[in-house]
């Protein structure tokens, strides 16, 4: 048999005639070429994600389930996950895009959640090319097209523009859900006898191999792989939404999975092997869309807005019912059983007869090798810009798209629907209030592939922290994060050591700073034939305030407020949005992990949120100081006049980026107590909030209207 | 006060106009099922809130307005019943033609998701009674669809009969192309039939009726609602 056909290794098809002592037959090299994909596996990335924390004492299922879930105390929890839609989105922007965000809310809520929040993660090419374009649109779209009409609010995300995602685009959709601990639905509770349901649309051929396909590159031609995309329909899973709870109300779902990769093979051999049971299904029972598809098409289409009920085979009458009620398809396909064997039958016959375990968990790991390099740093001189040209610089970088306005995307999302937001997309961090409590939930989500490439330890443990910092100025405690971790080939020595490198910084922050990593995903192979990506690490991250006046907003500036920088005077010039914008290509070393400066950041960051000593806080960020105080000025509509005199390396100190930094205005009867918190860590006066100009002196004078023509483009 | 938010499949704000009624007016709010033939006893007001009823398919509103739960409303309405459309609502008041009307793509051709201001334009609507004579609302919409349309001579008889309840407006209270987010005609965001008991709006009242989500202005309809109500308000 070709086993190569199928995408299985030569090693991989020894291990499965060892396992099942006979030949495989054509149904099960497919399931297992599938199932055994990079994408479903995790073959290549286990050892290393076996490095990233994922204990707490509030962690109440890390990973491994279809996502995590954190305590937040009162009975409530927070489940979330992040996952990657990148080649799909790449080859059918709007459906690739509208069904990375169906899939994600599946996941959530397979765990018993009501999904309350989402957010992306999109990278692009150079937006102003036609081709970049279109496919931006296609994807915002796709984005807004689903999560608007599923009722499940967008509130924010990350945006990254560089020419490496050029033909490999980068759709990473991140679900929240909320849910009591009681409510919990996770996948090794099935018992024999119960049945195996399928609840939602009925199943034809899209997607079908979708997850092999999503293990390796691009070609030239995507069109070919079309067939691979699914469709998506968010008014069916509205309504697989809206059952599936009024089930979990009256008690009937034993155990729930969604239907995503790998469709019905992975959702039943996974709740068989996490239960320790054996599953058979029936494939003439499943209810199809189109007539002559094989056993094993069935088993592996991805066709969307499926759920794998287990229940009690009691219950099946009043789960059909709440089915009918909500017009959706429901099936009984087959059952839980003694033995540990994943079975299909068809007419009668047997088709494929695998332990349940090597299905889901029985492909062996790859240890690729990784190269002895150490990143591309390059030159280490980077380009200043003469004082005169600081304006016409901080211009520039403020139309780049990376730090220009973001409205015309985000307004094209319904970020207010469930009436839960409370500070929206458009800034750092975005916050929901809990109904019914005084607690608040902060999110971010962050990337740093610059820093990635660059210094891929460094730049693994700062996208964490730049995702933590915000939380921690805004007075949101870190509960935990979730993170998709996007590379190309791990074939390549070169990547495999950048891949490496920058989980290992990831982990190391994520450790240091107890910030447990309950969920994730990986992408690899995100390359085309002249073009791969930048290591592209995005974590999402969620905090917690236990009440709303903990928290400290950004720009809201009032007039006579001193500004203060607090934290390092400068930081790294390497892979920042200024010194890629002078040098045309990252270059440098970026910002160095410090876990024992970190931790006093987070405390005093805490501290001053939470003892309200600051009116504004803002992280410093992409463009550094002069785009922070660019952005304050243009949220809270008024000015201030900024003294740089005696600051060794002014440009630095300005256009840097990374480290804990922050950015506070604080008012007149606060400084005495802000500066003795601060003290110790640094903080420095650099100016006081006043009329409405920005005033550097010695320097610039811009008016909000000039700022806002340029930076709303 | 007793009401009846109605759900059809797809309705998305049916819980969030439920919380908002209870949480500013203590109303006694109760979702009710398109299949039902009847709406509670003693109801007072039907809310028909926004989402995607049947996904949006076909023609925004058109299936919901053909279900069995609108011939109970259109019912309601003929006696004098108060009946709210919020958004997806108005799309299907529109569709049932308990109001006049189109309601088409929005000028951008995308979905749009802000902050709005409209001005009251009549204050003597059970809707709208407590609010000041062109008192500024902000109210966020968001919809594809949203671009208020009819052909002139209906338009101006519209006008004529002062049905125009809210329009999109400058934060100053100025009707501006600017702050017509979606190139609706004359600026509707809202009308009145003509007995003045049934009201569609495109901006959604129960996202702006607590200050922790940015503006409590909401509230003034559901406040006006009660207070008509309770002044045994009859149209």
Not at chain 1, 337 to 353: N, Q, Y
Not at chain 1, 706 to 713: I, S
Not at chain 2, 30 to 48: A, G, K, M, Q, T
């Amino acid at each position: 048999m070709d086993y190569s056909a199928f995408g299985l290794r030569k090693k991989e098809y020894e291990i499965i005639r060892e396992e099942l002592k006979r030949e495989p037959n054509e149904s099960e090299l497919r399931i297992l070429g599938v199932m055994w994909s990079e994408h479903c596996s995790y073959k290549s990335t286990k050892p290393l994600l076996r490095q990233l924390p994922s204990k707490g004492d509030d962690v109440l299922q890390g990973p491994g389930e279809n996502a995590g879930i954190i305590d937040i105390g009162d009975g409530l929890a927070v489940a979330f996950k992040v996952e990657s839609h990148n080649h799909p989105s790449a080859v059918a922007p709007y459906q690739g895009a509208a069904t990375g965000v169906g899939g994600i809310i599946r996941d959530i809520l397979a765990m018993g959640a009501w999904p309350v929040a989402c957010m992306d993660g999109l990278f692009f090419g150079n937006p102003a090319k036609d081709k970049n374009a279109g496919l931006i649109q296609g994807v915002v779209s796709g984005i807004g097209g689903y999560g608007n009409a599923v009722g499940v609010p967008t509130v924010g995300g990350k945006t990254v523009y560089d020419d490496c995602y050029e033909g490999n685009p980068l759709v990473n959709a991140m679900c929240v859900g909320l849910l009591r601990h009681k409510k919990i639905i996770r996948s090794n509770t099935a018992k024999p006898g119960h049945l195996a349901v399928l609840l939602g649309s009925r199943t034809g051929r899209d997607g079908i191999a979708g997850a092999a396909f999503a293990s390796t590159g691009l070609e030239e031609d995507t069109k070919g792989s079309r067939p691979q995309v699914q469709i998506g329909d968010p008014f069916v899973e509205k309504l697989v939404i809206e059952c599936c709870h009024e089930l979990i109300d009256a008690g009937l779902i034993i155990s729930m999975q969604d239907m995503g990769a790998a469709g019905i093979t992975s959702s039943a051999s996974e709740v068989a092997a996490k239960s320790h049971t054996g599953v058979i299904i029936e494939v003439d029972k499943v209810p199809l869309r189109e007539s002559g598809m094989t056993a094993w098409e069935i088993a592996l289409s991805e066709s969307q807005e499926r759920m794998l009920l287990v229940i009690d085979p009691s219950d099946f009458v009043k789960v059909a019912e709440c089915a009918k009620k909500w017009q959706l398809e429901c099936a009984t396909i087959g059952k839980m059983t003694e033995d540990a064997r994943f079975r299909l039958v068809e007419k009668g016959e047997t088709v494929v007869d695998l332990p349940a375990k090597l299905v889901g968990d029985g492909c062996p790991e790859i240890h690729w090798p990784a190269s002895s390099g150490t990143g591309r740093k390059g030159k280490t001189q980077h380009s200043r810009v003469r004082p005169a040209a600081w304006k016409t610089h901080l211009f520039e970088l403020l139309r780049s798209p990376g730090l220009k306005d973001k409205s015309p995307i985000y307004e094209q999302y319904d970020h207010m629907v469930q009436i839960n937001t409370v500070v929206p997309p458009g800034s750092p961090v975005s916050v929901l209030r809990i109904k019914q409590t005084e607690r608040l939930i902060a999110l971010t989500m962050e990337s740093d592939p610059w820093a990635c490439a660059l210094d891929p330890f460094s730049g693994g443990a700062e996208t964490l922290l730049k995702a933590a910092r915000p939380l921690w100025v805004c007075g949101a405690e870190v509960l935990g994060a979730t993170d998709c971790l996007n590379y190309p080939s791990p074939e390549d020595p070169d990547n495999y050591r950048a891949l490496e490198e920058s989980v290992r910084g990831l982990a190391a922050a994520a450790t240091e700073m107890n910030c447990p990593v309950v969920s994730g995903n990986v992408s690899l192979y995100n390359e085309s034939p002249g073009a791969r990506i930048y290591p592209s690490p995005v974590v999402g991250l969620v905090g917690l305030l236990r009440q709303v006046n903990e928290y400290l907003p950004q720009g809201s500036w009032k007039d006579g407020d001193s500004l203060f920088l607090a934290g390092p005077l400068r930081g790294a010039m390497g892979g920042s949005m200024s010194q890629r914008l002078l040098d045309g290509s990252p270059s440098g070393a970026p910002w160095v992990f410090d876990p024992g400066q970190e931790k006093v950041f987070r405390d005093k960051a805490l501290d001053t949120a939470h003892r309200n000593l600051a009116n504004s806080g803002r992280v410093v960020a992409g463009g550094g100081l002069a785009v922070a105080l660019a952005k304050e000025f243009i949220h809270s509509g008024i000015g201030a006049s900024i003294d740089p005199q005696g600051l060794e390396d002014p440009f630095e100190v300005f256009f840097s980026e990374g480290g804990p930094r922050a950015l506070y205005a604080v008012s007149g009867n606060k400084e005495v107590d802000f500066c003795r918190l601060w003290e110790s860590f640094g903080c420095r006066r650099i100016g006081f909030v006043d009329g409405d100009r920005l005033h550097v002196e010695g320097n610039f004078e811009i008016e909000l209207d000039d700022l806002l023509a340029v930076w709303k483009g | 006060m007793r009401v009846a938010v109605i759900v059809f499949p797809g309705s998305n704000c049916d819980r969030d106009v439920v919380h908002s009624l209870e949480t500013t007016v203590g109303a006694e709010a109760e979702r009710v099922w398109y299949e039902s033939h009847d709406l509670p006893r003693e109801v007072e007001l039907v809310v028909l809130p926004g989402g995607f009823s049947y996904g949006d398919y076909l023609r925004c509103g058109a299936m919901a307005a053909r279900t069995p739960v609108m011939d109970s409303v259109r019912r309601f309405a003929e006696n004098g019943g108060l009946v709210l459309g919020i958004c997806n609502g108005f799309q299907v008041l529109t569709e049932s033609h308990l109001l006049p009307g189109a309601i088409l793509a929005n000028r951008s051709l995308t979905f749009l998701c802000k902050n709005c201001t409209i001005r009251v334009e009549r204050n003597d609507t059970p809707f709208t009674a407590l609010c000041a004579p062109n008192q500024v609302l902000q109210m966020p919409i968001a919809h594809h669809e949203g671009l208020f349309f009819l052909p002139e001579a209906q338009m101006q008889r519209l006008e004529r009969e002062n049905r125009i309840v809210f329009r999109y407006c400058s934060p100053e209270g100025e009707t501006q192309d600017a702050y017509n987010p979606n190139g609706s005609m004359g600026h509707v965001a809202g009308i009145v039939n003509e007995r003045g008991n049934v009201l569609g709006l495109m901006p959604h009242p129960e996202r702006a009726s607590e200050r922790i989500l940015g503006s409590a202005d909401g509230a003034f309809i559901w406040n006006s609602l009660h207070s008509w109500l309770e002044e045994g308000g009859h149209r």
